[in-house]
């Protein structure tokens, strides 16, 4: 065991993350399943699932989700039970579920197997918004599904195992955090992982509640935006002052003062993009600060561990997937190093589309686990992500640009071969299970 070196310079994989199948039975509207032609509905072979045992001594987690919904998988309670038999006596084993399967035998079945942690999703307690998100789905589903976790957590004298919720979060949908968090607390659930929604479709684009902006470059543009409000200057008007699109009082002073702000940021060293900028809702800002602050403190009254995305992209990225020593492993065999670029899609972010390729580094079928972490090709991937030399894609003024702004992607504007960018986990507005 080389736990001297850092999770992604060990010989072998810390986290893994197993994607048993793409079906779903849910038409959930987040969902990546729902952008473009869609992913189709596959299932993990048992086959495929045996050639990962050699890896499971060294883990320390092993999640057993993807994109679709685990429970669908007749073998699950399997590949748990044979998990269990290989890894080591303190990793843990758990995925996240819609909860519309799990019944009292299902739970119980999950637990005696040996899983240690689930994660339900609920995006409301309101049952007509929990539809809006959650196409098939109802809130007695996870009612019910906490109930049966409750139960069989007793019955199978599992006093370790945790359950807890995630909630994606979306403008629609902030009012219902601090509920939510009851709902995992009244119902015996210990933790809430709380992720902003990350827009397949560009009709969810207003949806997204968190600032694009970085929150470096933020904090300057809020406290010099606070300035020139004190002076009279409305920085929103930048735009129509600029072009001239409507008569505006003061308007050589709007556009001095902005643009002056703009130099101040790039000085500074920290990208900028104006029309975020121009765009910025202070009055949305503080309402979002003000509920984080607000649900902080009352998971912590209640008990409940709340993990919360950050309020704008950070400057300072972090990969927690490269980290912390990750590889996923998708339901046909191929390995990847991060949900990112699991698969391949389209997505909106910061309002813009933005293609995404899978990136694989072999497949289990051809080679084992270990041989492809330890191919120079995956090594030399992890040590350059953890230098982070990557722009801040979604803050250019410079975008849209066809760098990264179609398929096939080759390098980004300063010559990297890597397609981190444009990736929103890194800059801590995502959240997954891991």
Request: proline share 6%; charged share 25%.
């Amino acid at each position: 065991m080389d736990r001297s070196l850092p999770p992604f310079e060990r010989a072998h994989p810390t986290k893994l993350f197993a994607e048993v199948t793409t079906a779903c039975n849910l038409r959930c509207a987040m969902c990546v399943k729902q952008s473009g032609p869609g992913i189709p509905d596959e299932f993990l072979a048992r086959e495929t699932f045996e050639k990962l045992v050699p890896a499971f001594p060294t883990l320390d987690t092993l999640i057993l989700n993807g994109i679709g919904e685990p429970l669908l998988h007749p073998e699950l309670e399997e590949f748990i039970k044979t998990a269990r038999r290989h890894l080591p006596r303190e990793a843990v084993i758990g995925f996240q579920t819609n909860g519309s399967l799990l019944t009292d035998e299902r739970a119980f079945s999950l637990l005696a197997a040996g899983t240690d942690t689930i994660s339900i999703s609920v995006d409301a307690a309101d049952p007509a918004l929990f539809r809006s998100m959650r196409e098939g789905g109802e809130t007695e589903d996870v009612n019910r599904a906490a109930a049966a976790l409750g139960r069989a957590k007793e019955r199978a004298r599992r006093t370790c195992f945790r359950w807890g919720a995630e909630l994606v979060l979306a403008k629609e949908t902030t009012g219902e955090l601090p509920k939510v968090i009851e709902w995992v607390a009244a119902r015996g659930g210990s933790f809430l992982l709380v992720t902003h929604i990350l827009p397949y479709r560009e009709e969810a684009v207003p949806s997204v509640a968190y600032d694009p902006n970085v929150d470096r470059s933020l904090a300057h543009y809020r406290k010099r935006k606070l300035e020139a409000a004190e002076q009279g200057i409305d920085l929103s008007l930048y735009y129509t002052a600029k072009w001239r699109l409507a008569p505006v009082e003061r308007r050589e002073e709007i556009i001095t003062f902005l643009e002056k702000v703009v130099q101040e940021i790039s000085d500074m060293g920290l990208p900028q993009h104006i029309p975020n900028l121009v765009a910025h809702d202070e009055d949305q800002y503080r309402k979002m600060e003000r509920l984080f602050g607000e649900s902080r403190a009352l998971a912590q009254a209640r008990g409940v561990d709340l993990r919360l995305p950050s309020l704008s992209p950070r400057m300072d990225r972090r990969c927690d997937f490269i980290e912390e020593g990750s590889a996923f492993l998708s339901v046909s065999g191929t390995v990847h190093p991060c949900y990112f670029l699991w698969h391949s899609f389209t997505c909106h972010a910061d309002g813009r589309i933005r293609p995404v390729d899978a990136l694989s580094f072999g497949s289990v079928h051809d080679r084992p686990l270990l041989d492809i972490w330890n191919s120079p090709e995956f090594a030399a991937y992890r040590r350059e992500i953890g230098t982070y030399p990557f722009p801040h894609c979604g803050n250019c003024s410079l975008a849209p640009c066809d760098y990264i702004e179609r398929h096939e992607f080759e390098q980004d504007c300063l010559g990297n071969r890597l397609t981190c960018g444009s990736c929103p986990w890194s800059l801590g507005v995502l959240q997954c299970m891991r």
